[in-house]
């Protein structure tokens, strides 16, 4: 028999003339648990998607025990025995675990009669959960499951559908370490069954517990394989950050004032575990973390979007009850969410959308005075440089750009201290970036701070006075002056310590 | 050009009630000029930057000591205001600075005067007439002949090139005529092109100052080529293939349109 469960040589995938993947060769045994690592960008998911057919190859060839084959398609992949699993839960919570397990595979009871054997289909999960000593009710419903039982789940049923080659792509991004040990545990098993796992992670001590073969990829190119009694942290770091940093980050340094925010032993139950932080007047503090690391929980913890359940926020020293966005905007905190739709309404144009916090200052007697509101947004307009002063557009038909200098204003007209930009530039061109850095500028020089969560290190690292480095949930590290470098933030992002 | 007209109408308006009064609240100039508060706020700020008021809570005083020694007529007032303002940031105390000929440069000087331990070398006249009193600032003139436009005055010539020899900076800020990203940095004669460039070479960083209206513009004579320099400072309406490319480059653009005090 051929050495390899699946062999993939000289892979390459490109978007137009973007490369996001280029010549590639990686490979699989029988009972091996190869992880895939780098940065966020690159290359990771794409690769496993392709081999998973959920994207198409622009070059290369499988081989799968030595023979080629062709992956153009899910359907193919599956056939082939290669099962996909993906941060995000793909169950159906209304129904039970064996009817998830089997969905789009039923067993029939004969070939003639679309009828279901629920027998047969037990028979085979409790043989599967036997082996993997997995102890779970097959007519439990998904939704009683916790997070960490809905992938197990997920991983019988990639078994059940004769996968030789797991695929688990941030399976444990979202877990608690307990969770996380019950599915290194079920890996194990489908080791000693002989299955292959490709496993993709961020988290570098848990593909250190995991893995016996660690790949890098760097920009789209793997960079080294290594077995894991060759595998060294610190190099690895190294090889996953690439290039020096330039900067071209047009940084002003303010000078920084007394404390504005404090977070103090936060505990929100889901990711964050005694968080704290400290943020200054006319300060920029980077926020960091691999996805999942509960960086963009942050956020929503201080804006009152997910409750807090032990812990304090402290604004100018007084502790401030934050229970709802409405309770941050009176404590004078704007939101520029990640998702730029969660904070302007797209069907109203702009004056609408950047008055909607503050509707008092344009209002006389409870009633909006339209003129006024008018003229103050075509002060901003013209001031923030928006949709080159033309007002009268609707948000939904502007350019990712101007709808996030739009939502800025927003806060700058509500009188904002504090300014929470949860990746601010994602998506942007370059030239609304460097317009947004200048933005970034004069909200500090109007007072304001800013706590900037960004996935972009060169950003953080350009932009930010200081760094925190989330890592589950903690602050991992923070990162001051000459300090503040790629390899560092991989470093501790990735659960260096 | 009406616009215009009625601006310098309305400063005039404001110059004439605080050389009566002293002293102007914001309240009373939106009842009397008949516009919004933000724009008595702009018109301060200017009036500010021109030295002829400090402005208070709620309104402005005027400053006795102020006197127009050298009344000049500026194109594009408010943008090198605001180049200035932001450019000042990018001095840190007791550094060695030079800064060159021209407007813009005039009104980056004026935001200095809060920097400890600085010292300037300048062929630029009226940075001393700006800054002479302040003694935390250090200004070395070079020598050279005295040149002279309707809006600027400056030493050029052989004695200019004799004084600025072996001299070490960390910064040279420096203001252009053009930026093109065909031709590069112009200027528009031989003689300040000379100057720019050994200015230039005798500090670590240049830092150029440009107001948005230079983009796209070019000059009788090349200074240099648009990625040698280190840092740009301009206007928020700058191209945006101009903000792309010196991003790309590495060289950081910084902008305004606004002045934050």
Redesign the interface.
């Known amino acids: 028999m051929e050495e390899f469960t699946l062999k993939v040589e000289n892979l390459s995938k490109s978007y137009g003339t973007q490369f996001a993947l280029s010549d590639v060769s990686i490979s699989i045994k029988p009972g091996e648990v190869h992880a895939v690592i780098g940065e966020n960008g690159a290359g990771k998911s794409t690769l496993m998607k392709i081999i998973a057919g959920l994207e198409r190859k622009t070059s290369g060839q499988f081989y799968m025990y030595g023979r080629q084959v062709a992956i153009d398609t899910p359907i193919q992949a599956q056939m082939l025995g290669i099962g996909i699993i993906l941060q995000d839960i793909k169950l159906v919570p209304s129904l039970s675990v064996q009817e998830n397990i089997f969905m789009g595979r039923w067993i029939r009871r004969n070939k003639w009669l679309p009828l279901i054997d629920v027998k047969k289909q037990s028979e085979k999960a409790k043989e599967l959960l036997r082996q993997l000593k997995f102890d779970i009710r097959l007519n439990e419903q998904v939704s009683r499951l916790g997070s960490g039982q809905q992938k197990m789940v997920e991983i019988v049923r990639a078994l059940c559908w004769d996968s030789r080659l797991l695929i688990l792509d941030e399976v444990t991004a979202c877990l608690t370490d307990r969770e996380t040990e019950n599915v290194f545990n079920m890996i194990r098993r489908c080791k000693e069954m002989g299955i292959s796992v490709f496993f993709i992670s961020h988290k570098i001590d848990e593909v250190f517990k995991i893995a016996d073969v660690i790949s890098i990829l760097r920009d789209g190119r793997l960079i080294h394989t290594f077995d894991k009694e060759n595998f060294n942290v610190k190099t690895a770091v190294m090889d996953m950050s690439g290039e020096d940093f330039?900067?071209?980050?047009?940084?002003?340094?303010?000078k920084i004032g007394k404390e504005i925010l404090r977070l103090h032993d936060i505990w929100d139950g889901v990711f964050l575990k005694d968080f704290n932080l400290s943020l200054r007047e006319g300060e920029i503090l980077g926020l960091t973390g691999m996805v999942g690391s509960g960086r963009s929980s942050v956020a929503k913890a201080i804006f009152g979007i997910n409750p807090i359940i032990s812990g304090k926020i402290l604004i100018n020293n007084k502790e401030a009850v934050i229970k709802s966005p409405a309770d941050a905007i009176n404590h004078k905190i704007g939101y520029i969410a990640e998702n730029r739709f969660d904070g302007l309404v797209l069907n109203f144009r702009m004056p609408e959308n950047i008055t909607l916090s503050t509707l008092k200052s344009v209002s006389n007697h409870s009633i909006i005075n339209k003129h006024l509101e008018k003229?103050v947004t075509q002060?901003y307009a013209k001031?923030?440089?928006i949709n080159n002063g033309n007002i009268s557009q609707k948000v939904k038909t502007m350019s990712g750009g101007n709808q996030q200098k739009v939502m800025i204003a927003k806060w700058l007209l509500s009188s904002s201290k504090v300014f929470i930009m949860d990746e601010p530039t994602k998506g942007l061109?370059?030239?609304?970036?460097?317009?947004l850095y200048?933005l970034m500028?004069?909200v500090i020089?109007?007072g304001g701070s800013i706590l900037l969560i960004s996935s972009d290190l060169n950003e953080i690292i350009g932009m930010s006075d200081r760094v925190l480095v989330v890592y589950k949930g903690r602050v991992a590290k923070e990162l001051t002056n000459k300090d503040i470098s790629e390899t560092n933030i991989m470093y501790y992002a990735s659960g260096g310590t | 050009m009406f616009v215009e007209g009625k601006l310098d109408k309305r400063l005039e308006r404001i110059k004439e009630m605080l050389l009566q009064y002293k002293k102007v609240d914001v309240g009373s100039l939106v009842s009397i000029l008949d516009v919004s508060e933000a724009t008595i706020r702009r018109d301060l700020e200017r009036l500010e930057g021109e030295g002829f008021i400090r402005r208070t809570h709620g309104g402005a005083v005027l400053n006795e000591e102020y006197q127009e020694a050298f009344p000049i007529q500026m194109q594009n007032y408010d943008e090198k205001q605001m180049i200035g303002h932001i450019a000042s940031k990018l001095v840190d105390n007791n550094e060695v600075i030079i800064i060159g000929p021209g407007t813009t440069c005039l009104q980056f000087a004026k935001n200095l005067k809060d920097k400890k331990d600085l010292t300037i070398m300048t062929n630029n006249l009226l940075v001393p007439i700006e800054l002479g009193k302040y003694k935390n600032i250090n200004i070395i003139l070079t020598g050279g002949s005295v040149y002279s436009t309707e809006d600027s005055m400056s030493l050029v010539g052989n004695f200019l090139y004799k004084t600025l020899k072996d001299i070490y900076a960390t910064k040279a800020f420096l203001g252009v005529s053009g930026v093109d990203l065909g031709v590069g940095f112009t200027a528009i004669n031989p003689e300040l092109a000379l100057i720019w460039k050994t200015m230039s070479e005798l500090a670590k960083e240049t830092i150029v100052l440009a107001d948005y209206t230079k983009f796209g513009n070019r000059g009788f004579v090349k200074l240099a080529d648009l990625d040698s320099v280190h840092k740009i400072v301009t206007n928020d309406q700058v191209p945006a293939e101009y903000k792309q490319f010196f991003f790309e480059k590495g060289i950081p653009v910084y902008t305004n349109n606004e002045l934050v005090i």
């Open positions: 330039i900067n071209r980050y047009p940084k002003i340094k303010q003229s002060d001031r923030f440089m061109d370059i030239a609304s970036k460097v317009e200048n500028n004069k020089l109007k």
